[in-house]
């Protein structure tokens, strides 16, 4: 599985790693790197000089983080699970929990 079971909006969970066991919402994907940007995760302290806009000091900006280090979450589960993707009657597509069969729904 690629990044495309992962949309903006989504709450994940990190499952490997550093940030390992936060979750967070998918602020961006980066589909030909199979990377994702999550809110709060992967927080690169970044030094600014100050300039004629700003005093500068140091901000904090989320790096990307690989997909294979992130799972979708479940809200009812509320852990990572697999998805199983299902054809609706109508032609949509939707994403279901694996574990309780719940639709995971985009946030
Ligand atoms: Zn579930």
New binding site residues.
Partial sequence: MGLSKFKKGDMVKIISGKDKGKTGKVLKTIPDKDRLVIEKINLIKKHKRPDQKSKGGILEKEGSVHVSQVGLL?G??NTA?RIRNKKLEDGNKVRI?A????VINVG
Avoid at 99 to 102: A, E, R, S, T, V
Wanted: glycine fraction near 12%.
């Fill in positions: 479940c009812k589960c699970v929990c574990k309780c069969g719940d």
